[in-house]
């Protein structure tokens, strides 16, 4: 079954920064769009970044743009988040999520409906 396991997530100062990863198993994310969601306590989950299928065009939050990218490594079946410039307000719980394989869709998506596959979370916390 599809497997997607997140890393990297840790305790930073604001300013600081951090990388997350994704490892997917049993899918190629070379066939699939991907994304970063995060959800803060008491509030809903949003995605933040985005990254298409294949050569992968990528999309971000206002929230995040200029400050988080969103990258893969498809001979490692890998996605990642680079963060940087962290503040206080991204502290959340964050997902990595996959797209159904060989869909018609290769543009990057922050809709969450849009994805089948989800990890389980990686905590990052930013103290001011």
């Known amino acids: 079954r599809v497997q997607l396991v997140e890393s990297g997530g840790g305790s930073v100062q604001a300013g600081g920064s951090l990388r997350l990863s994704c490892v997917v198993s049993s899918m190629r994310i070379a066939g699939t769009y991907m994304a970063w969601f995060r959800q803060a306590p008491g509030k809903e989950r949003e995605g933040v970044a985005s990254?298409?299928?294949?050569?992968?065009?990528?999309g971000y939050a206002d929230s995040v743009a200029r400050r988080f990218v969103i990258s893969k490594d498809m001979s490692k079946n890998t996605l990642y988040l680079n963060l940087k410039d962290l503040e206080p307000d991204d502290t959340a719980m964050y997902y990595c999520a996959a797209g159904p394989p060989d869909s018609g869709r290769w543009s990057p998506t922050l809709r969450e409906p849009d994805y089948n596959y989800w990890g389980q979370g990686t905590q990052v916390t930013v103290s001011s």
């Open positions: 990254i298409g299928r294949g050569a992968g065009s990528t």
